[in-house]
């Protein structure tokens, strides 16, 4: 049973079934269990947004597409840990399977070819998303079939591992182009299709892969495609990516990358910089000087893992103290005190009146700059999802036993202490994570407000039920801040004679709604509740099962 709540499959009819005397899940942000409203909300994304007879998610675009297969990999191990907690382990088995079905199909429906032609950002969540599932095969047939290996073959699950393991190397390799040494000294650039860009996400998406591809990455023997490099050198625990990491962590770390808040601003351009040589014979300019401050969820989320599998290859503590900073900074940016656990004095109103804005919320709520005016593009509806993914990754508790590269240079050269007792690391990192549960829940409950009769989770976790009209919400953006995740790219950041075709930005009709119409969902606006917000409702929730019910 799951509180109560007993789980079966009659005629694809909603996973959750309730006894007479219980009130539903959705709309009940009080439920004391997480698992149960995961479960519920998984079943809302596969059933609504998934095709299974095209193995998509159609609405989403391929870059969000990448992250909710992640996602779904990463229910996919919470519920493989869960089973306890299920009826029993034959509907336990067939909720798995059910899912695992659904991610081996997006295989075959990831248009894999276009997103070679794209950013290289779009690139990297799709490593991070197959490397996700190799963790979930490994760790499910562990756990459940682990005494059968030596008699069986194991987990059926484990012979996708083989073609998942190829599809990352392919976009890891392909993503590798993107470091670039001739302009501010290294650093991954965003796009080859438009001006050069060395934004956060890029680079904490190239450390974060490159780490998770040492620790994780088992191998790959296919030599498909034609023309890509032999496979000789594709083997588990290469320290190329461990190296690649180190590399692009120190970058990122001086790049001055971060605002007084401690929050990482979007990125730098090159002022100046043209494809053509200065005529009068003058050096160019290769130092990164024009700034953007915009500053989003997400850009803060993907290097926690980063840091988190950091710290298992090399033992260095200092990343995981880099990473607590990162998630102390973004907590304090939301309105919340951690050290009183509870929001700062002057948002702590019972009236309608909406808290005060700090840079990532209010109100102790995570909240995107876009949230309250309802001009999120997709893109930004998929970023509170990625940083609470990212945070549960970072926060999980950490192994007894490191994976260290047999020669510690690396840590050596990148300035990182040698390593200390894992023991003692392990029983700090937990306590410090324990400090983060009180936000996580008040979080949660705040997601789960926003779930309307159908399940379906809205993108401003923090707005007021049923207003009737359009709240006061202005947000104070960052001088020098370029908001276009939503407002689109702006034409002198397109280097016109290799622009090409890029994931088109989502039309901005939807700000011509009269705003004297009266809205009793504000979730409704904009591009209302989605795929991408149902991903992020999600991942919350893991969260609070992850980290605070499970611990």
Same mark, same amino acid.
């Given at each position: 049973?799951?509180?109560?709540?007993?789980?079966?499959?009659?005629?694809?009819?909603?996973?959750?079934?309730?006894?007479?005397?219980?009130?539903?899940?959705?709309?009940?942000?009080?439920?004391?269990?997480?698992?149960?409203?995961?479960?519920?909300? %998984?079943?809302?994304?596969?059933?609504?947004?998934?095709?299974?007879?095209?193995?998509?998610?159609?609405?989403?675009?391929?870059?969000?597409?990448?992250?909710?297969?992640?996602?779904?990999?990463?229910?996919?191990?919470?519920?493989?840990?869960?089973?306890?907690?299920?009826?029993?382990?034959?509907?336990?088995?067939?909720?798995?399977?059910?899912?695992?079905?659904?991610?081996?199909?997006?295989?075959?429906?990831?248009?894999?070819?276009?997103?070679?032609?794209?950013?290289?950002?779009?690139?990297?969540?799709?490593?991070?998303?197959?490397?996700?599932?190799?963790?979930?095969?490994?760790?499910?047939?562990?756990?459940?079939?682990?005494?059968?290996?030596?008699?069986?073959?194991?987990?059926?699950?484990?012979?996708?591992?083989? /073609?998942?393991?190829?599809?990352?190397?392919?976009?890891?390799?392909? /993503?590798?182009?993107?470091?670039?040494?001739?302009? =501010?000294?290294?650093?991954?650039?965003?796009?080859?299709?438009?001006?050069?860009?060395?934004?956060?996400?890029?680079?904490?998406?190239?450390?974060?892969?490159?780490?998770?591809?040492? %620790?994780?990455?088992?191998?790959?023997?296919?030599?498909?495609?034609?023309?890509?490099?032999?496979?000789?050198?594709?083997?588990?625990?290469?320290?190329?990516?461990?190296?690649?990491?180190?590399?692009?962590?120190?970058? %990122?770390?001086?790049?001055?990358?971060?605002?007084?808040?401690?929050?990482?601003?979007?990125?730098?351009?090159?002022?100046?910089?043209?494809?053509?040589?200065?005529?009068?014979?003058?050096?160019?300019?290769?130092?990164?000087?024009?700034?953007?401050?915009?500053?989003?969820?997400?850009?803060?989320?993907?290097?926690?893992?980063?840091?988190?599998?950091?710290?298992? /290859?090399?033992?260095?503590?200092?990343?995981?103290?880099?990473?607590?900073?990162?998630?102390?900074?973004?907590?304090?940016?939301?309105?919340?005190?951690?050290?009183?656990?509870?929001?700062?004095?002057?948002?702590?109103?019972?009236?309608?009146?909406?808290?005060?804005?700090?840079?990532?919320?209010?109100?102790?709520?995570?909240?995107?700059? =876009?949230?309250?005016?309802?001009?999120?593009?997709?893109?930004?509806?998929?970023?509170?999802?990625?940083?609470?993914?990212?945070?549960?990754?970072?926060?999980?508790?950490?192994?007894?036993?490191?994976?260290?590269?047999?020669?510690?240079?690396?840590?050596?050269?990148?300035?990182?202490?040698?390593?200390?007792?894992?023991?003692?690391?392990?029983?700090?990192?937990?306590?410090?994570?324990?400090?983060?549960?009180?936000?996580?829940?008040?979080?949660?409950?705040?997601?789960?407000?926003?779930?309307?009769?159908?399940?379906?989770?809205?993108?401003?976790?923090?707005?007021?039920?049923?207003?009737?009209?359009?709240?006061?919400?202005?947000?104070?953006?960052?001088?020098?801040?370029?908001?276009?995740?939503?407002?689109?790219?702006?034409?002198?950041?397109?280097?016109?004679?290799?622009?090409?075709?890029?994931?088109?930005?989502?039309?901005?009709?939807?700000?011509?709604?009269?705003?004297?119409?009266?809205?009793?969902?504000?979730?409704?606006?904009?591009?209302?509740?989605?795929?991408?917000?149902?991903?992020?409702?999600?991942?919350?929730?893991?969260?609070?099962?992850?980290?605070?019910?499970?611990?």
């Amino acid at each position: 049973m799951i509180s109560g709540s007993a789980v079966n499959f009659p005629g694809q009819q909603p996973l959750l079934r309730l006894q007479d005397d219980q009130q539903p899940i959705r709309n009940e942000p009080k439920h004391p269990k997480a698992l149960p409203a995961i479960l519920d909300a %998984l079943d809302v994304l596969q059933d609504e947004y998934f095709a299974i007879w095209q193995g998509i998610w159609p609405t989403s675009i391929d870059w969000t597409s990448a992250v909710i297969g992640t996602y779904l990999s990463a229910a996919l191990s919470t519920i493989s840990t869960s089973f306890p907690s299920l009826t029993s382990p034959k509907d336990a088995e067939n909720i798995l399977n059910k899912y695992f079905s659904q991610l081996s199909a997006s295989y075959f429906g990831q248009d894999a070819f276009a997103l070679r032609q794209e950013a290289y950002d779009d690139m990297l969540w799709v490593v991070l998303g197959w490397l996700e599932s190799i963790k979930f095969i490994n760790t499910h047939s562990e756990a459940h079939y682990g005494e059968q290996a030596e008699k069986a073959a194991g987990w059926y699950g484990e012979q996708w591992t083989p /073609a998942f393991a190829h599809r990352a190397r392919l976009f890891w390799d392909i /993503a590798s182009q993107g470091w670039d040494t001739s302009l =501010c000294k290294g650093g991954m650039i965003w796009s080859p299709y438009l001006t050069p860009y060395k934004n956060a996400i890029t680079n904490e998406l190239w450390i974060a892969a490159s780490i998770s591809m040492y %620790l994780y990455f088992p191998g790959d023997e296919i030599t498909s495609p034609f023309g890509l490099p032999s496979t000789a050198d594709a083997k588990a625990h290469d320290p190329k990516y461990l190296a690649a990491a180190i590399e692009a962590y120190k970058w %990122l770390s001086d790049s001055n990358m971060t605002d007084a808040k401690g929050l990482y601003v979007d990125g730098y351009h090159i002022s100046g910089w043209s494809r053509e040589n200065p005529k009068n014979g003058s050096k160019p300019n290769t130092k990164c000087d024009i700034r953007n401050d915009m500053t989003y969820t997400y850009n803060q989320g993907v290097l926690l893992s980063g840091q988190r599998g950091l710290y298992e /290859a090399t033992g260095a503590r200092s990343y995981l103290e880099e990473g607590h900073k990162l998630v102390e900074d973004v907590i304090a940016a939301t309105g919340w005190n951690l050290k009183h656990q509870s929001v700062f004095p002057e948002d702590d109103t019972t009236s309608r009146k909406l808290g005060k804005w700090h840079g990532l919320g209010r109100s102790g709520i995570l909240e995107e700059a =876009c949230d309250a005016e309802a001009y999120c593009s997709q893109n930004s509806q998929t970023f509170k999802g990625i940083f609470f993914h990212h945070l549960t990754l970072f926060c999980a508790l950490l192994p007894e036993h490191l994976v260290l590269p047999s020669q510690l240079f690396l840590t050596k050269d990148a300035g990182r202490e040698p390593p200390g007792n894992p023991l003692e690391v392990k029983k700090w990192h937990d306590k410090a994570c324990s400090r983060y549960e009180h936000w996580i829940k008040h979080n949660a409950k705040a997601a789960l407000t926003t779930l309307d009769s159908d399940g379906k989770f809205g993108m401003w976790w923090g707005a007021p039920p049923h207003s009737e009209s359009e709240p006061d919400a202005e947000v104070e953006l960052p001088d020098g801040a370029v908001d276009y995740r939503n407002n689109g790219i702006p034409p002198q950041w397109k280097d016109m004679e290799r622009y090409r075709r890029h994931a088109p930005e989502q039309s901005m009709d939807f700000k011509t709604n009269d705003r004297k119409i009266r809205i009793r969902d504000l979730n409704d606006r904009g591009r209302g509740r989605t795929v991408e917000t149902q991903g992020g409702g999600i991942m919350v929730l893991r969260a609070l099962w992850e980290l605070v019910e499970t611990r």
